[in-house]
């Protein structure tokens, strides 16, 4: 039965296309940037038509149109993306792969209808918050595919690493958070009419700069706490998280300094994803990682050379 609703060969093919997951999933982030920098959030002004008469972009709604369309289409990519990804995990017979793929495709068409609603609501900061952490979410998600997928087999971590891998996850949410709230305050709308939250622009990116800071700092507690336990993995992959920060710290910081410059809130927003992901992997390093994973190669080594 299995063979009938996905190919076995096919399961040679799951981790590149789990790579593919998470890449196109960011890819969308950054596509979103641009819909908002170039103020074409409401390039198509309703949804889920383009126009009450049109499911797709004409000459009368000019560039705005072909940019917010041409994003709208890439959710169609995503979706097929996940639909082979899953179909690969089926193929290769990993219950776990088989959940986590089978609910990154759930998400996507959840994620397509909160997009609408920021449509729908006239670019609601508030709304377009929700849009971008949700697709935070979406990322993390992808990010626990790889790991289960490859990554090393290990025990879990000491209870302090633990705690203090938790603490880093719940800052970094508030970060993400603050973030959209920053955004909210600031001048890059999506639409040149769309409303903003109202707050001062200065004091919630102080809050923001704050949140920041407790984030390095629990990072910086989390590196020294795995390099002292001789823990390989968990070092690397908190290194690479507080490199990260320190990254994504630096671009906020001259974005503000220099007004918000298109180029640099794109680079922002891709920070900002990339930082979701390394979230879920410092977090992910802290547990117990089985034999589980080395079934799984064993398959896909199979699968690689299987000839149906």
């Avoid at 076995?8 to 790579?19: C, D, N, S, T």
């Avoid at 609601?124 to 979406?138: E, G, K, Q, R, T």
């Avoid at 719940?170 to 707050?199: E, F, I, M, Q, S």
Wanted: overall charge positive.
């Amino acid at each position: 039965m299995t063979s009938r609703i996905a190919p076995p060969a096919l399961a040679r093919f799951l981790w590149p296309l789990a790579v593919a997951n998470i890449l196109a999933n960011i890819g969308i982030v950054v596509t979103g940037a641009a819909v908002r920098l170039t103020a074409s959030g409401l390039g198509c002004p309703t949804w889920p038509k383009c126009t009450e008469a049109s499911y797709r972009a004409h000459g009368e709604l000019g560039l705005h149109g072909v940019i917010e369309f041409g994003n709208r289409l890439l959710t169609f990519v995503l979706a097929a993306v996940a639909i082979l990804c899953f179909l690969a995990a089926v193929a290769a017979k990993d219950r776990i792969a088989i959940r986590l793929s089978f609910l990154i495709g759930l998400y996507i068409p959840a994620q397509a209808v909160i997009g609408g609603i920021t449509v729908l609501t006239d670019l609601n900061p508030w709304v377009v918050a929700l849009h971008f952490l949700s697709s935070m979410v979406i990322i993390m998600i992808c990010l626990a595919l790889l790991d289960h997928l490859r990554s090393p087999t290990r025990p879990a971590a000491r209870a302090g690493q633990r705690a203090t891998a938790w603490a880093i996850f719940a800052v970094g949410w508030v970060v993400l958070y603050l973030g959209t709230v920053v955004t909210g305050a600031g001048p890059h709308a999506g639409d040149l009419d769309a409303k903003r939250n109202g707050l001062d622009p200065q004091t919630t990116s102080l809050l923001h700069a704050g949140s920041v800071t407790l984030l390095i700092v629990l990072t910086v507690v989390l590196l020294v706490l795995a390099v002292r336990a001789g823990d390989r993995w968990l070092s690397v992959v908190t290194g690479s998280l507080l490199a990260l920060e320190l990254l994504q710290g630096t671009i906020g910081w001259v974005q503000y300094a220099l007004d918000l410059p298109v180029l640099l809130v794109a680079l922002h927003m891709l920070g900002a994803s990339l930082i979701s992901a390394g979230l879920a992997r410092v977090l992910l390093a802290t547990r117990a990682h089985t034999s589980e994973a080395t079934r799984t190669g064993r398959l896909l080594a199979w699968a690689a050379g299987h000839r149906p």
